[in-house]
């Protein structure tokens, strides 16, 4: 019989793979438009992107999508397609 912990590290693996993510959308976010983004702002679902942020925030992020999409990718963020 498996230990509740065994199941227990699954979900601890999987959140911190979302955190990691997450960490990198801001590093990606900061160089390329120059804005720092909580973390509370930023969610990923189906490898979409969502950032709940100011109007003008969204505005420079779109002006920059492909350039920001580019540099996700090459940091190894395959999943991620689409920016919102």
Known sequence: ???????????????????????????????????????????IRSGVVYVTASPIIKNKIYLAKENVLSCVKEQGLQSITEIR
């Open 1 to 43: 019989m498996k230990n509740l912990s065994d199941y227990l590290k699954k979900f601890k693996l999987v959140l911190s793979d979302k955190t990691d993510e997450i960490r990198i959308l801001q590093s990606v976010f900061r160089d390329s438009i120059g804005v720092e983004i909580p973390n509370s702002q930023i969610s």
